[in-house]
């Protein structure tokens, strides 16, 4: 199998001044693309540094993609440390040479002499050409590994990669097939439980499952043979009978999937929110379609008192959700009641009734995760009413105080 790495110059990466986002850019391209990298590394700006990595990758590697360090200044060093690992001469390239003066007079300034480094590139290189910047790429081989240099700029490093990286490595590896990723997100379960669900799964040869834990999903990802469908789809549909319980999309987020159940089912919706602050109304106006059914929506402050009875939370999260539906003259209406303690309340109504319940959390957030894992328990009880699930799900990582269902016919009642 071919190993593909990825080499992020600059003491601003290294450090942590700037998020390395053409990497993970580059990662998810690739691995689409059947070119998965087999490894990730980041060094500054120190020329020794700089060579000692690129002479271990030549060694380790098949290809190597190289961001950064092209620009006019002293501290870009990659042209300069690729012709040490090489162990080749630095020669001006007058193509490029040209092409820099002619990008300056188009603009009517005088081309700064740093800019003439940028023509000087290892010896034996072959130009990467950058059409929107001064910097350009270039191809080199070192110990039989081929190195892609590329500008640190996204637009530049994006354009670069799409338009000739990608395609000549297609053009020398046209037998690299790749690996293709399912994914299934669940919400309100752990790594281990799920773990232990699938762990006695006996998957055909070429596939296996991974996990990824991020506030507040744990994502199954089942790997497997590009182009392999059938097989795939089997797989999944087992995978998913098992976590089922859990499982809140597949292969697409689940902000998407409730979009998408919210298009299908075209029921308008009204949300009053106190401990979400706007963000379950940002979450269900994401998606320009959706947002059409998108009615009122209110934001209260935590110290407000909702609802007649202020000592009981769900008891006010019900008044509130049934007054916004009423007052909105929506089909659903979404409330998320204020924090007390560890504590919450959600509440939807509904023409069919109204579902409410009380959680507390079993673990110490930061405020913005809290807020995030209340949306989501918000979002996740509309998912489950527009699918027909049952509302009230077991939450490992939250304990369930109260829950209650009054029909429409107890509502008429009163």
């Known amino acids: 199998m071919l190993k593909i790495a990825m080499l992020s110059t600059g003491e601003e990466v290294l450090h942590g001044d700037i998020v390395d986002t053409n990497a993970a850019w580059l990662s998810q391209l690739f691995f689409e693309n059947g070119f998965s990298l087999s490894k ?3 060094v500054g700006d120190e020329k020794s540094s700089l060579v000692e990595e690129l002479m271990m990758l030549s060694f380790n590697s098949d290809v190597v993609i190289v961001n950064g360090g092209l620009g006019p200044t002293t501290d870009d060093l990659s042209a300069e440390a690729a012709a040490l690992a090489g162990e080749v001469e630095l020669v001006e390239y007058p193509e490029w040479t040209e092409k820099l003066e002619a990008f300056f007079a188009a ?14 590139l290892p010896q034996g290189s072959v130009i990467i050409d950058n059409p929107i910047g001064t910097a350009c790429g270039f191809k080199v081989t070192i ?28 053009k020398h590896h046209p037998n690299q097939t790749g690996m293709d990723c399912s994914k299934l997100h669940t919400f309100g379960t752990s790594e281990s439980a799920l773990s232990d669900k699938l762990d006695k799964l006996e998957l055909p040869e070429g596939y296996f499952l991974g996990y990824r834990s991020y506030i507040p999903y744990i994502e199954v990802k089942l790997f497997g043979p590009k182009g392999d469908m059938e097989r795939r789809v089997k797989l999944l549909q087992l995978i ?20 998408h159940l919210v298009i299908e089912k075209k029921q308008s919706i009204s ?29 209260l402050g935590s110290r407000l008192d909702v ?4 000592h009981d939370a769900l008891a006010a999260a019900f008044a509130l959700a049934g007054a916004t539906k009423d007052k909105c003259g929506t089909d659903i209406s979404i409330v998320t ?57 077991h ?6 105080e109260k829950e209650m269902f009054v029909p429409q016919s107890a509502l008429m009642a009163k």
């Open 307 to 310: 609802g007649q009875n202020e």
């Open 271 to 299: 949300t009053a929110e106190q401990s979400t602050q706007g963000q379950l109304s940002s979450w269900l106006h994401a998606n320009e379609d959706a947002a059409e059914y998108c009615g009122h929506g209110w934001v």
């Open 40 to 42: 990730r590394s980041t």
């Open 143 to 170: 110990n039989q590994c081929d190195f892609y240099f590329t500008p640190g700029v996204p637009s530049e490093f994006k354009l670069m990669v799409e338009s000739q990286i990608l395609p000549d490595l297609k």
């Open 240 to 259: 998913f009978k098992l976590i089922e319980e859990h499982v809140v999309s597949v292969d697409e987020s689940m902000q998407q999937h409730v979009a």
């Open 395 to 400: 939450y490992s990582s939250l304990t369930r």
């Open 107 to 120: 603009r009517s300034v005088k081309m700064p002499e740093s800019n003439r480094k940028q023509a000087m």
């Open 337 to 393: 009641g204020r924090v007390k303690e560890k504590s919450f309340s959600v509440a939807i109504a509904t023409k069919e009734g109204e579902w409410g319940q009380t959680l507390s959390f079993n673990r110490t957030y930061s405020n913005q995760d809290r807020v995030l894992v209340i949306t989501t328990v918000a979002a996740d009880m509309l998912r489950r009413y527009l699918s027909s699930k049952p509302v009230f799900p």
